[in-house]
Antibody
């Protein structure tokens, strides 16, 4: 059974880069798509980006200029970098496995989630 | 961008049926997915592709989708069903991105 675990600093200073890692156990990241989602009181659940280890990566248009998602198959984990953070980036960050389906066009839903990690942006 | 509208709260007595709606323009043409989130926990997928259930999800959870409204139905509601429920679709027009509803708090009286 696939399990995901987020890790990274819980406190990040404004203007710095938020960096998180999602470790995948019970399965290989070379299968499926993988995603980052965040949840804040002000904006609810928000998809940040999703990727396939082959190099297919897509970012939320509203965050695209600040986001980088990458995978390390040797460590079976994938990572999120979000640059130039502000207080608005304070949220619980989740990693999740994304299922890809087709209906007129590709679409995705998240069937396995990590427990989430809280990131506070503050000086 | 595509907007999903959910009622902030729904209340139901134990043993009764809860219906949580998710409104969106022609949402019936999209696949709708539902997540349950209990306090302090990550979301859990309870219905995908409008009406399919992942393994381990009770048959009491069902979904439907038509026109401008998708509905998550929870039959024979139990105290343990009290949670926030979120709908999600993939907006294949415009930004081509995942969209979540604002969530509905289900209270079991």
């Amino acid at each position: 059974q696939v399990q995901l675990q987020e890790s990274g600093p819980g406190l990040v200073k404004p203007s710095e880069t938020l960096s998180l890692t999602c470790s995948v156990s019970g399965g290989s990241i070379t299968s499926y798509f993988w995603s980052w989602i965040r949840q804040s009181p002000g904006k609810g659940l928000e998809c940040i980006g999703y990727m396939h280890y082959s190099g297919s990566i897509n970012y939320n248009p509203s965050l695209k200029s600040r986001v980088t998602i990458s995978a390390d198959t040797s460590k079976n984990h994938f990572s999120l970098n979000l640059s130039s953070v502000t207080a608005a980036d304070t949220a619980v960050y989740y990693c999740a496995r994304a299922q890809e389906k087709w209906l007129v066009d590709y679409y995705y839903y998240m069937d396995v989630w990590g427990k989430g990690t809280t990131v506070i942006v503050s000086s | 961008s595509y907007v999903l509208t959910q009622p902030p709260s729904v209340s139901v007595a134990p043993g009764q049926t809860a219906r949580i709606t998710c409104g969106g323009n022609n949402i019936g043409t999209k696949s709708v997915h539902w997540y349950q989130q209990k306090p302090g926990q990550a979301p859990v997928l309870v219905v995908y592709d409008d009406s399919d259930r992942p393994s381990g999800i009770p048959e009491r959870f069902s979904g439907s989708n038509s026109g401008n409204t998708a509905t998550l139905t929870i039959s024979r509601v139990e105290a343990g069903d009290e949670a926030d429920y979120f709908c999600q679709v993939w907006d294949t027009s415009g930004d081509h991105w995942g969209v979540f509803g604002g969530g509905t708090k289900l209270t079991v009286l």
